[in-house]
């Protein structure tokens, strides 16, 4: 596969990165310490370069009737300017990726893919628009995506936005977004930004053509630098969303897990007409009880479960570590996990088979950490 790299690159080089390969991106693991990567944005803010995700552009008079076929949510009930979390699933259930989509104008929809997914979602979305009145136009390769994160993101983002604009920041509920009016370096125009996140902090995420992302990057970096800004890699942007209890596909979900067993059936709206991909798949899997259940662990040690450690009770084998890694922010290891649904109730003591040695976790409520209001 060949090395991709965003138009943010050269500045992650220049603030001395560490890179790691994620779905064939070159993309900066952490900067300095992701221990202090990750406190920062719980208390402050973190800049994060989100530019290996896709975006997936749905336009025409049916976008909206076409996306509720093509994905398991009701694209066509949101309104202008909002959010929605949803999947995207094989003709059997499985989950080919989620992904969050926003609806731009009435017509006009912005679906937004992981990185590792990014062309299969824009490949399978254009195939299953055959026979609707819609154009699908994968940007993905043409927009660089910068998200700032943290209880001062809005205030450091304000200083990018003109004073008559800044009620349309101000005013943007969660899993919303607008165009918004900008001013960076020698850069003035209308971006969309979205109040939108993975870290489990309030947060921003601004598109922008991948000519101008430097100096956007730049001016948030200068904005937010006097007032606990940095720069923040994957490293933490993983224990962030851990603590947020957030599934990554790839861990939590996959081509072999249904989202019930996710715990994701409340983004699958068999209540809507028509049909869509998968549907009758997934209104069999919903009268069954899974085999498995995706559960969130707490560990009463120190040591930490990782991917793929078996979990236990009474010595034997009930289910499997899908994420894992000692919280920076609760002081004590988290994990989720896929455990026997007999086993999945929240107060259920188990263990984790730590290469050999058996450590003591309890099944808990999802998240872990939640932000205060």
């Known amino acids: 596969m060949t090395e991709q790299y965003t138009a943010l690159y050269e500045e992650h080089k220049r603030l001395g990165a560490s890179f790691t390969d994620f779905g064939g991106w070159q993309m900066p693991l952490k900067y300095s310490s992701e221990l202090a990567e990750h406190h920062a944005v719980r208390k402050a803010a973190g800049l994060f370069d989100l530019s290996h995700m896709g975006e997936v ?5 049916q976008a909206g009737a076409f996306l ?11 309104a202008v300017g909002r959010a929605k979390y949803s999947l995207i699933t094989n ?4 989950i080919i990726d989620d992904l969050i989509s926003y609806r731009l104008a009435d017509d006009e929809y912005l ?3 992981n990185a590792g997914n990014a062309a299969v979602v824009a490949s399978e979305l254009a195939a ?5 009145d819609v154009t699908v136009a994968d940007e993905t390769a043409a927009t660089s995506l910068v998200a700032i994160q943290g209880p001062i993101a809005q205030a450091i983002l304000l200083d990018l936005v003109p004073a008559e604009n800044r009620d349309t920041v101000t005013g943007m509920k969660y899993y919303a977004a607008a165009a918004v009016p900008l001013h960076f370096g020698e850069v003035t125009g209308s971006f969309l930004v979205a109040r939108t996140g993975y870290t489990g902090e309030d947060g921003f995420e601004v598109y922008v053509p991948n000519d101008v992302a430097p ?4 001016a948030l970096l200068a904005a937010g630098e006097s007032r606990g800004l940095v720069p923040a890699g994957l490293a933490c942007r993983d224990s962030l969303r851990l603590e947020a209890g957030m599934p990554l596909y790839g861990n939590e979900l996959s081509l072999e897990l249904d989202p019930y067993a996710a715990g994701l059936g409340g983004v699958v709206a068999l209540s809507k007409d028509g049909d869509f991909v998968g549907r009758a798949a997934l209104e069999a899997k919903k009268q069954q009880t899974p085999a498995r259940k995706l559960v969130g662990l707490k560990g009463s040690g120190r040591r930490s479960a990782r991917s793929h450690y078996p979990v236990l009770k009474d010595g034997h084998p009930i289910g499997e570590v899908t994420s894992g890694a000692p919280s920076p922010t609760l002081g004590f290891p988290i ?6 649904a007999a086993h999945s109730t929240p107060g259920t003591e188990l263990s984790v088979d730590l290469r050999g040695k058996p450590e003591s976790f309890e099944v808990v409520d999802l998240p872990f950490y939640q932000r205060e209001k």
């Not at 509720?68 to 949101?78: F, I, N, P, Q």
């Not at 003709?91 to 499985?94: I, L, N």
């Not at 100096?215 to 730049?218: C, S, T, V």
């Open 68 to 78: 509720d076929y093509a994905l398991t949510g009701k694209l066509s009930a949101m």
């Open 215 to 218: 100096a956007l990057w730049q």
């Open 57 to 61: 552009r749905v336009t025409g008079p």
């Open 91 to 94: 003709a059997d259930g499985g």
């Open 335 to 340: 994990a989720l996990a896929y455990v026997d």
């Open 111 to 113: 679906v937004v893919p």
């Open 128 to 132: 299953r628009a055959q026979g609707f």
